[in-house]
């Protein structure tokens, strides 16, 4: 009964490929985010969706298409795949958009080759 | 340009004694500060926070200290436990409510 849990683990995957993420919770929160941990460290914000809507859309490239069925789901799509997209990528969730405290999950380590 | 710091990228310390992780910051408009730590292999988890208006937050061991003068913050941990090994994250609340994270400090308590 994982709060905040992603599929798969580990992807990984030849250039040009296309692969998505799954992102679901149980928590019953109303937002729900997706961050990309880069090589240095640093978790960045990429997407934020607060009931099934998109709030916050950083500068991230349009090969990246976040997909939220309801508001327990939040996947990521990415396509054409390059050799920077390798990071590990984590999904979280919080009550709401005003809620500072959030939720990961375990997080999905992306490799391309 | 990082608005979060986390100036050392590791610490070591005793079992049982202090340890004190810092984090600084460049905008003075931030509100909200809140402290994660991370295992390998596993996501984030919050750990406390404290506001601005305040200038210190305590929870059982843990006790984060705000100097908003100094744009400073530091975590304390204290008796340290082997359990407390692991990466801690400094991460501050924009007016958009948005997270800004620092590259964190890998925290080693050795026996």
């Known amino acids: 009964d994982t709060a905040v849990s992603q599929t798969p683990k580990y992807l990984v995957t030849q250039m040009g490929n296309d692969k998505s993420i799954k992102c679901e919770q149980n928590?019953?929160?109303?937002?729900m985010y997706w961050y990309k941990q880069d090589s240095k460290k640093f978790l960045k914000i990429m997407f934020s969706y607060n009931n099934k809507e998109l709030i916050i859309n950083e500068t991230v490239p349009n090969r990246f298409s976040p997909k939220s069925p309801d508001k327990a789901h939040l996947n990521l799509h990415i396509n054409s795949l390059e050799l920077g997209d390798s990071a590990v990528y984590f999904c979280?969730?919080?009550?709401?958009?005003?809620?500072?405290?959030?939720?990961f999950g375990p997080g999905t380590r992306l490799t391309v080759l | 340009d990082q608005q979060v710091k986390q100036n050392s990228p590791s610490l070591s310390v005793q079992e049982g004694r202090i340890s004190i992780l810092n984090c600084d910051y460049t905008n003075s408009m931030f509100d909200y500060f809140l402290w994660y730590k991370k295992y390998p292999a596993e996501g984030p988890t919050f750990l406390i926070s404290?506001?601005?208006i305040k200038d210190k937050n305590e929870d059982g061991r843990f006790t984060v200290f705000l100097n908003k003068s100094a744009k400073h913050l530091s975590l304390h941990i204290v008796p340290s436990q082997p359990g407390d090994s692991a990466v801690y994250f400094c991460a501050a609340q924009d007016s958009n409510y948005q997270l800004i994270w620092g590259a964190g400090t890998k925290l080693i308590i050795k026996p």
């Open positions: 404290i506001s601005s």
């Open positions: 928590l019953g929160h109303d937002t």
């Open positions: 979280a969730s919080s009550q709401g958009a005003n809620y500072n405290e959030q939720f």
